[in-house]
T-cell receptor
Framework: GQQVMQIPQYQHVQEGEDFTTYCNSS?????IQWYKQRPGGHPVFLIQ?????EVKKQKRLTFQFGEAKKNSSLHITATQTTDVGTYFC???????????FGTGTQLKVEL | NAGVTQTPKFRVLKTGQSMTLLCAQD?????MYWYRQDPGMGLRLIHY???????AKGEVPDGYNVSRLKKQNFLLGLESAAPSQTSVYFC??????????????FGPGTRLTVL
């Protein structure tokens, strides 16, 4: 089945620094979703990317879908302590709207 | 709306015991899912349902059974718990008007420890 690699696994940053996580697939994707999970919480949907080369922004978060639709990235500008959590990419696999999740990138922000 | 709720929030079992995790959603969603989350492994799909009365296997179905007797409920059963089933279990649901595009809404999770 489809596999998705997410890097890095962990990232420590000082508050105010930027952060990027990458998601790479072995096959061409129809679309990709991003979720955020706060410590002790549950995954929450952030965004879906569909078009080749698509770029979407949510305040300090910028999401990109690669031209070949095999990779995606999430960039956070000037991190804040509220950004702490694990960020997952997820792609649809097969019927039933099943999602395959990446292994996630755990972000820690230090003051 | 309560969204997706899960019962119980925490549970400790002994090896060989059985239990049922309950997931309920009040959003009239067709699709429901059960995942397990282990450190460094992301979320892995156990079973899912595309509608009332239907169930299907996901990525890691062994040792689990599910039932969807009512549209709003999705039950996950462990008949004979094993330490390898120690994990955090998440239920999710989605509306699924168009395949391959839908958002999943997650419950708060159940933390299960099997001794």
């Amino acid at each position: 089945g489809q596999q998705v690699m997410q890097i890095p696994q962990y990232q420590h940053v000082q508050e105010g620094e930027d952060f990027t996580t990458y998601c790479n697939s072995s096959t061409t994707l129809s679309n990709i979703q991003w979720y955020k999970q706060r410590p002790g919480g549950h995954p929450v949907f952030l965004i879906q990317l569909v078009k080749s080369g698509e770029v979407k922004k949510q305040k300090r978060l910028t999401f990109q879908f690669g031209e070949a639709k095999k990779n995606s990235s999430l960039h956070i500008t000037a991190t804040q302590t509220t950004d702490v959590g694990t960020y997952f990419c997820a792609l649809f696999t097969g019927g039933g709207n099943k999602l395959t999740f990446g292994t996630g990138t755990q972000l820690k922000v230090e003051l | 709306n309560a969204g997706v709720t899960q019962t119980p929030k925490f549970r400790v079992l002994k090896t060989g015991q059985s239990m049922t995790l309950l997931c309920a959603q009040d959003m009239n969603h067709e699709y429901m899912y059960w995942y397990r989350q282990d450190p460094g492994m992301g979320l892995r799909l156990i079973h899912y349902s595309v509608g009332e009365g239907t169930t299907a296997k996901g990525e890691v179905p062994d040792g689990y059974n599910v039932s969807r007797l009512k549209k709003q409920n999705f039950l996950l059963g462990l008949e004979s718990a094993a330490p390898s089933q120690t994990s955090v279990y998440f239920c999710a649901s989605s509306y699924s008007m168009l395949a391959g595009t839908d958002t999943q809404y997650f419950g708060p999770g159940t933390r299960l420890t099997v001794l």
